[in-house]
């Protein structure tokens, strides 16, 4: 597989996936992860993308100010 941005390499790896909610952020660890050998650039799986927007969606509304989970941690 190569990237979309650079065509380079991909390879698996395990990354941590950040994002801001309002007054919040949300940090999910060790999300499957394809990075570019060349560029860095981080794509994820059609499956994995929405497990993330689940994870998101179920933590938005319980923290209040920073949350880490680890993506293979049930969160619901």
Do not use: H
């Not at 990354?15 to 952020?25: G, Y």
């Not at 509304?61 to 949350?67: A, D, G, K, L, Q």
Request: hydrophobic share 35%.
């Amino acid at each position: 597989m190569t990237c979309f941005m650079c065509k380079g390499r991909l390879e698996d790896k395990q990354t941590t996936f950040m994002v801001e909610v309002e007054k919040s952020v949300i940090i999910i660890r060790n999300v499957p992860s394809q990075v570019c050998r060349q560029c860095g650039e981080t794509s994820y799986s059609d499956d994995v993308a929405r497990e993330i927007e689940v994870i998101v969606n179920a933590l938005k509304n319980t923290i209040s100010e920073i949350s880490v989970v680890s993506y293979t941690d049930k969160v619901a």
